[in-house]
């Protein structure tokens, strides 16, 4: 330890403080106010020594006072900011509002020829009836249909449909498919149930039912595809897509083709005309710039308990480059409308009870139809999807095993 | 149609702009004092710390409870016989509000549901947020109700550097002043038990909800209503008929599949206390099911991606709602046979949603140019 001697001295005068003198030479000037961090590094000292020398100097007859704000270092200006109001950026809002927005309705799984069918063709009566009357009155004029138009028939259901046999339940559908004013229709084909007659027979159900509903004058009725198929959404409200079979007008001009024509055809596609679909199957989106796609298809698998599974597992399969910007699902007898990875994801719900199959395998039914109006901006994306689903509540519609018929 | 709560905010609001200053320094006090007591303090205790008279305590202690931005609650100490005042967590459950007709113009009942904005994270999407109130507008929509995350909340491990005003009253300033302020549109929101809800816990105690409001009225804001915590019911006359519409925010992890969630909440609801409409936040989806006889919507959000997010696998979709509730239609045809929703409920209402959905900040960025889509190809 380091002692020191004590001695006695004088009370002295004030002791010389540099730092004050200096502050107070400052002060001579006009200005009353100094900051204290403008102080410290003009005078190269600590904030403390500054502060105290200030009073010092204020004691010795200098005026001013002392600001205490300090500065943050160039680094660290843009960690903590306090609020100030942001400038945003600008989304031009025109995009979301077009002239001519898509309407349309959506349903699937109608099963018709199955006893657990809601709609009857001869009293026009059911949810698909209301439906059609529904888009005829708000002037929509097309409805996509998911797949699953009949019941079909297999060994389990042999006793659950009011027709056997492929004909006979076709020409039910083509006969008791309701028909609106101005309404058209969409269908693909699933590969169960009217897909069952392809995979078992080797028919192809989808031209069958194309050329039946040609046959009938069903021009309402028009058939995309089997299991899936890509409608085109081009700005301004034009829809693309392919047919499967040629239209009356189509096939005239395929058929009247002439031999040079037909070579030309089977030189650039190796196909044979008039071959059995009679029409490209691939879509022509060239003199499109913007287009968005609208996918109806026809699922597969069994439903899952969380109703949006089985569509993130679709939307997650899909390639890079392959989400279409709409997907309508039909087979799993559900609605919902979910908005995944950039794909608005509508399940079409059903126009048929819940029957012993599902009930057995403890599947619900989401009994309703979906109206649409999609806006699509000029530059080709769908914004703004309003989506209405129309829920049938179908209590007391018991299927009886033992009669093999409806309880009343 | 203002309610009886209305009326009450509106006293409690001008009660405490006519705070004396004494009265509020020693409001300050107190707050200070019982944040740095875990077991709280009694009146006396009070007055002796902060140097005043009890009486003082007295007013300081009913204003703060009026005021409700601060949770102070009462413990009896029943050996000693001692009334103790300490800060606490607890968030009294939100009174049903009703929305009257001043909300829905020509009797159609319309709105917009939205949530998760988080005021105070960078990846907050101000420009989505915008351009959907601007829609609102020209649309004439009155209403909007915000299922909750309206801030980011208390910064934490994992969201360090996404959060750019660490503190409530930043937040809230931040909130304020750049929340969309539309014309004639009210936006009432509840809060979460996450994100805004942290700063109801230590070291803040906020009511945040009423600090919100509370600070956006001081700032000259009437257009933020806070109807209470986690989950509020509302309630609107349509066609005639009461229907209650539940603005929810589920605390809780989110699964793979969207609507698991959803589905569980609408079926865990108790017979005869169902709402007819259920608007969820927090999942970040957007998706409308209808499970259980009630419409159920995830609202979506207005926040990209965070890079928490991200290492928490968790996506999120940008965008909102906008709702009509109407009476399901009936009418008879010639025949005299059907109305398209004869088989509807007598109860329920019919439920038209539109969503608004947003793409990343650069989609934007490039004016007229549509990458992403089919048929371009040139990215």
């Given at each position: 330890m380091r002692m020191t001697k004590t001695t006695k001295t004088k009370p002295s005068r004030r002791p010389r403080n540099a730092l004050a003198e200096k502050i107070l030479e400052k002060m001579a000037g006009d200005h009353a106010f100094y900051g204290l961090e403008e102080l410290a590094n003009e005078l190269n000292a600590p904030p403390n020594a500054i502060r105290d020398a200030f009073a010092e100097a204020i004691k010795r007859g200098g005026h001013g006072s002392l600001g205490e704000f300090s500065t943050v270092p160039e680094a660290y200006l843009?960690?903590?900011?306090?609020?100030r109001k942001q400038r945003v950026k600008k989304i031009d809002i025109d995009r979301f509002y077009s002239d001519t927005p898509f309407l349309f309705g959506g349903t699937a799984d109608s099963h018709l020829a199955s006893h657990f069918s809601l709609d009857d063709g001869k009293t026009q009566t059911g949810p698909l009836w209301d439906m059609y009357r529904l888009c005829e009155r708000e002037g929509i004029p097309t409805v996509l249909h998911g797949g699953n138009w009949v019941d079909g028939h297999c060994r389990f259901n042999q006793f659950e449909v009011k027709k056997i046999g492929v004909t006979a339940q076709i020409e039910m559908f083509i006969n008791e498919w309701p028909y609106a004013k101005g309404v058209k229709t969409l269908f693909i084909g699933g590969d169960d149930h009217e897909g069952w007659w392809w995979q078992r027979d080797g028919l192809d159900i989808v031209e069958y039912a194309a050329m039946k509903a040609a046959a009938g004058g069903r021009d309402d009725m028009v058939f995309l595809g089997y299991v899936e198929a890509d409608i085109a959404l081009i700005p301004g409200g034009q829809m693309l897509y392919n047919r499967y079979l040629a239209s009356p007008e189509e096939r005239k001009k395929i058929l009247g083709a002439t031999k040079e024509e037909q070579e030309a055809f089977k030189s650039e596609t190796g196909l044979v005309r008039p071959f059995p679909s009679g029409i490209q199957r691939k879509l022509d989106l060239s003199g499109h710039e913007h287009v968005a796609i609208l996918r109806l298809k026809h699922g597969g698998g069994g439903t899952g308990y969380a109703k949006s599974y089985q569509p993130q597992k679709i939307i997650n399969g899909y390639e890079s480059g392959e989400k279409p910007q709409i997907e309508a699902l039909g087979h799993y007898h559900k609605e919902s409308m979910d908005y995944l990875r950039n794909c608005w994801v509508a399940q079409l719900g059903t126009t048929e009870a819940q029957s012993t199959f599902m009930r057995k395998r403890v599947i619900p039914a989401d009994v309703g139809y979906f109206i649409f109006r999609a806006n699509q901006a000029s530059t080709g994306e769908i914004n703004r999807f309003q989506h209405r689903f129309v829920p049938y509540m179908v209590r007391g519609f018991n299927f009886d095993p033992r009669a093999y018929t409806i309880r009343e | 149609m203002v309610t009886a709560e209305d009326s009450s905010k509106e006293q409690s609001t001008k009660f405490s702009q006519k705070i004396p200053r004494k009265v509020r320094k020693c409001m300050d006090g107190i707050v200070d004092e019982l944040t740095r007591s875990k077991k709280g303090k009694t009146k006396f205790e009070l007055a002796d710390d902060l140097k005043v008279p009890p009486q003082m305590v007295d007013v300081a202690l009913n204003t703060l409870r009026r005021g409700g931005q601060y949770l102070i609650e009462r413990v009896d100490n029943?050996?000693?016989g001692d009334v103790l005042f300490k800060l606490s967590t607890h968030l009294r459950p939100a009174e049903e509000h009703v929305f009257g007709s001043e909300y829905f113009s020509g009797g159609v009942v319309r709105f917009a549901a939205i949530s998760n904005t988080r005021f105070g994270n960078k990846y907050h999407r101000d420009d989505a947020l915008h351009a959907f109130y601007d829609v609102l507008g020209r649309e004439g929509i009155n209403l909007v109700l915000h299922c909750g995350d309206i801030l980011e909340g208390v910064i934490t491990a994992t969201t360090r550097d996404e959060v750019l005003f660490p503190g409530p009253e930043f937040q809230t300033q931040n909130l304020i002043k750049n929340y969309p302020k539309v014309d004639g549109i009210d936006t009432y929101f509840i809060t979460a038990k996450d994100a805004e809800g942290?700063?109801?816990?230590?070291?803040?105690?906020?009511n945040i909800g009423r600090f919100i409001e509370d600070s956006a009225i001081e700032a000259g804001r009437d257009d933020l209503h806070y109807l209470g915590p986690h989950e509020a019911d509302t309630r609107m006359s349509v066609g005639g008929r009461d229907v209650v519409v539940r603005l929810a925010h589920p605390t809780i992890g989110i699964p793979y599949a969207a609507s698991y969630r959803p589905q569980k909440m609408a079926e865990s609801i108790q017979g005869g206390t169902k709402p007819h409409v259920m608007l969820v936040g927090h999942t970040g989806n957007i998706e409308t099911i209808f499970v259980k006889d009630i419409w159920v919507a995830q609202v979506g959000g207005f926040i990209d991606q965070t890079p928490s997010m991200r290492n928490a696998q968790r996506g999120t979709s940008v965008g909102g709602y906008i709702i009509e509730l109407r009476r399901p239609q009936e009418f008879t045809l010639p025949n005299g046979t059907v109305s398209y929703?004869?088989?509807?409920?007598?109860d329920q209402v019919a439920f038209i949603p539109e969503a608004l959905a947003f793409f990343n900040r650069g989609f934007y960025d490039e004016k007229g140019k549509a990458p992403y889509l089919k048929g371009k190809g040139k990215r």
């Amino acid at each position: 330890m380091r002692m020191t001697k004590t001695t006695k001295t004088k009370p002295s005068r004030r002791p010389r403080n540099a730092l004050a003198e200096k502050i107070l030479e400052k002060m001579a000037g006009d200005h009353a106010f100094y900051g204290l961090e403008e102080l410290a590094n003009e005078l190269n000292a600590p904030p403390n020594a500054i502060r105290d020398a200030f009073a010092e100097a204020i004691k010795r007859g200098g005026h001013g006072s002392l600001g205490e704000f300090s500065t943050v270092p160039e680094a660290y200006l843009d960690d903590v900011q306090t609020p100030r109001k942001q400038r945003v950026k600008k989304i031009d809002i025109d995009r979301f509002y077009s002239d001519t927005p898509f309407l349309f309705g959506g349903t699937a799984d109608s099963h018709l020829a199955s006893h657990f069918s809601l709609d009857d063709g001869k009293t026009q009566t059911g949810p698909l009836w209301d439906m059609y009357r529904l888009c005829e009155r708000e002037g929509i004029p097309t409805v996509l249909h998911g797949g699953n138009w009949v019941d079909g028939h297999c060994r389990f259901n042999q006793f659950e449909v009011k027709k056997i046999g492929v004909t006979a339940q076709i020409e039910m559908f083509i006969n008791e498919w309701p028909y609106a004013k101005g309404v058209k229709t969409l269908f693909i084909g699933g590969d169960d149930h009217e897909g069952w007659w392809w995979q078992r027979d080797g028919l192809d159900i989808v031209e069958y039912a194309a050329m039946k509903a040609a046959a009938g004058g069903r021009d309402d009725m028009v058939f995309l595809g089997y299991v899936e198929a890509d409608i085109a959404l081009i700005p301004g409200g034009q829809m693309l897509y392919n047919r499967y079979l040629a239209s009356p007008e189509e096939r005239k001009k395929i058929l009247g083709a002439t031999k040079e024509e037909q070579e030309a055809f089977k030189s650039e596609t190796g196909l044979v005309r008039p071959f059995p679909s009679g029409i490209q199957r691939k879509l022509d989106l060239s003199g499109h710039e913007h287009v968005a796609i609208l996918r109806l298809k026809h699922g597969g698998g069994g439903t899952g308990y969380a109703k949006s599974y089985q569509p993130q597992k679709i939307i997650n399969g899909y390639e890079s480059g392959e989400k279409p910007q709409i997907e309508a699902l039909g087979h799993y007898h559900k609605e919902s409308m979910d908005y995944l990875r950039n794909c608005w994801v509508a399940q079409l719900g059903t126009t048929e009870a819940q029957s012993t199959f599902m009930r057995k395998r403890v599947i619900p039914a989401d009994v309703g139809y979906f109206i649409f109006r999609a806006n699509q901006a000029s530059t080709g994306e769908i914004n703004r999807f309003q989506h209405r689903f129309v829920p049938y509540m179908v209590r007391g519609f018991n299927f009886d095993p033992r009669a093999y018929t409806i309880r009343e | 149609m203002v309610t009886a709560e209305d009326s009450s905010k509106e006293q409690s609001t001008k009660f405490s702009q006519k705070i004396p200053r004494k009265v509020r320094k020693c409001m300050d006090g107190i707050v200070d004092e019982l944040t740095r007591s875990k077991k709280g303090k009694t009146k006396f205790e009070l007055a002796d710390d902060l140097k005043v008279p009890p009486q003082m305590v007295d007013v300081a202690l009913n204003t703060l409870r009026r005021g409700g931005q601060y949770l102070i609650e009462r413990v009896d100490n029943s050996r000693s016989g001692d009334v103790l005042f300490k800060l606490s967590t607890h968030l009294r459950p939100a009174e049903e509000h009703v929305f009257g007709s001043e909300y829905f113009s020509g009797g159609v009942v319309r709105f917009a549901a939205i949530s998760n904005t988080r005021f105070g994270n960078k990846y907050h999407r101000d420009d989505a947020l915008h351009a959907f109130y601007d829609v609102l507008g020209r649309e004439g929509i009155n209403l909007v109700l915000h299922c909750g995350d309206i801030l980011e909340g208390v910064i934490t491990a994992t969201t360090r550097d996404e959060v750019l005003f660490p503190g409530p009253e930043f937040q809230t300033q931040n909130l304020i002043k750049n929340y969309p302020k539309v014309d004639g549109i009210d936006t009432y929101f509840i809060t979460a038990k996450d994100a805004e809800g942290s700063f109801t816990r230590r070291p803040y105690f906020l009511n945040i909800g009423r600090f919100i409001e509370d600070s956006a009225i001081e700032a000259g804001r009437d257009d933020l209503h806070y109807l209470g915590p986690h989950e509020a019911d509302t309630r609107m006359s349509v066609g005639g008929r009461d229907v209650v519409v539940r603005l929810a925010h589920p605390t809780i992890g989110i699964p793979y599949a969207a609507s698991y969630r959803p589905q569980k909440m609408a079926e865990s609801i108790q017979g005869g206390t169902k709402p007819h409409v259920m608007l969820v936040g927090h999942t970040g989806n957007i998706e409308t099911i209808f499970v259980k006889d009630i419409w159920v919507a995830q609202v979506g959000g207005f926040i990209d991606q965070t890079p928490s997010m991200r290492n928490a696998q968790r996506g999120t979709s940008v965008g909102g709602y906008i709702i009509e509730l109407r009476r399901p239609q009936e009418f008879t045809l010639p025949n005299g046979t059907v109305s398209y929703e004869e088989r509807f409920q007598e109860d329920q209402v019919a439920f038209i949603p539109e969503a608004l959905a947003f793409f990343n900040r650069g989609f934007y960025d490039e004016k007229g140019k549509a990458p992403y889509l089919k048929g371009k190809g040139k990215r």
